[in-house]
């Protein structure tokens, strides 16, 4: 934490509090309701081939379990200084360009997948989660700050380079089940 008191952090970047906030409020509602991932993940059936296009909000806002929302949120959050470095009106553009584009990356490999490599199994392979988002605005943050440039990351400043391999090993390790990819399940 940067010693800023939580009311400052939030008024200076409501739309990382805002996403936090919806994130949270998304996951409480599915385990609450007990929603599987059928319903509101993205799939290659649900979205190209049903047209289901809300999907790509809906996928994007849930999370797999309470450590994967966790994950996600304090990553998000260690990354805000930079919807005060883009503004709320840029940030809100980024934000919402990676959140459409990463899903349509998710499409356009399943669609590899299926059609080029015969794994039929991906027609209806489920992916929920903000984590291709988060990694999107690392890659900005890179991009910004360069190769020497520092972010905090649980109590640590990492290279910023080095963010999105931290976030996948301690994942991993933490979390030796997870995958990019969520098989319908009930939420957990």
Known sequence: MDGTPL???????????????????????????????DVVGISYESVVLHGDYWRVFTASLSHASALHLAFNVTSLWSLRFIEKSLGIV???????????ASCCVVLVCYHLLIFKMGREDYRTTLAVGYSCVVFGVMTVVHQRLGMGGQVPFFG???????MPIASLVITSIIVPQASFIVRPTSPA
Request: overall charge positive.
């Open 7 to 37: 009311i400052f952090a939030v008024l200076e970047t409501p739309v990382t509090f805002a996403v936090c906030s919806v994130c949270v409020g998304v996951w409480a509602y599915i385990v609450y309701r007990n929603i599987g991932f």
């Open 156 to 162: 640590l400043r990492l290279p910023i380079s080095l």
């Open 90 to 100: 840029g940030y809100l553009r980024l934000s919402f360009f990676l959140l459409v």
